[in-house]
Structures are given as structure tokens and as C-alpha cells.
């Protein structure tokens, strides 16, 4: 049984940093994409980063430059770093992973879901 558990999430002031992990179980190591996506209160989900199995990393243009995803295959974790974080930031955060794709941004691809962590940013 494939498990995602997310954590790191919590209350924040605009400008300060958070760090999410994601800790993976029921997949072999290096074998699945890793994502982050957020859905703030009243909107779609949305894609934030990803991860590729071998340690590639895409983002969002909302993100970039202030968002860094890693991975660390020997653990089976995963990890968002947030900086200079911003109230439209506010959001719960889920990691996904998928086998089937190598590079994706659409939540669709994606099987396997945490159950996503509250990150709170105050002005």
C-alpha cells in the first residue's frame, strides 16, 4: 500500500521560510515522479513543483526563485523549501507521486496523494 505523509506546514509571517517533507512508503526508491500542488480556500488545485526521478526539479512561475524542491531517494522523502513567503502562498499542500510519467504538471497524472499540510501565511 502506497502512502504519502506530508508535514512542515503551519503559521508563518509574509517573508519568512517554511520547509515541507513528504515521507514515501510502498514505492521502490527512484522509480516515481515526485509533485507538490496547493488549493487555497475557493480555488482549483495548482501545481507548485516537481521532482523527476532523477532529481530534476520544475516549478511554477509563481514560485520560481522563492520555491526549491529535493528529494532524497535513500530516505524516501521529499521536500518543499519555501522562502519569502507571501499571503497568496496560503494554502494546503499535498505531495503526489506517479510511475506512469517522468516530467508532468497536471495533478491527472499524478496517482498517489498525501493528505496535504495547512501552510498559513500572515501579512
Known amino acids: 500500500q502506497v502512502q504519502l505523509v506530508e508535514s512542515g506546514g503551519g503559521l508563518v509571517q509574509a517573508g519568512n521560510s517554511l520547509r515541507l517533507s513528504c515521507a514515501i512508503s510502498?514505492?521502490?526508491?527512484?522509480?516515481?515522479?515526485m509533485g507538490w500542488f496547493r488549493q487555497a480556500p475557493g480555488k482549483e488545485r495548482a501545481f507548485v513543483a516537481g521532482v523527476s526521478k532523477t532529481g530534476a526539479s520544475f516549478y511554477a512561475d509563481s514560485v520560481k526563485d522563492r520555491f526549491f524542491v529535493s528529494r532524497d531517494n535513500s530516505k524516501y522523502e521529499g521536500y518543499l523549501q519555501m522562502e519569502s513567503l507571501l499571503p497568496e502562498d496560503t494554502a494546503v499542500y499535498y505531495c503526489?507521486?506517479?510511475?506512469?510519467?517522468?516530467?508532468?504538471?497536471?495533478?491527472?497524472?499524478?496517482?498517489?496523494w498525501g493528505q496535504g499540510t495547512q501552510v498559513t501565511v500572515s501579512s
Open positions: 503526489a507521486a506517479t510511475q506512469r510519467y517522468g516530467y508532468s504538471a497536471e495533478g491527472n497524472d499524478y496517482d498517489y
Open positions: 510502498g514505492l521502490t526508491s527512484g522509480t516515481y515522479l
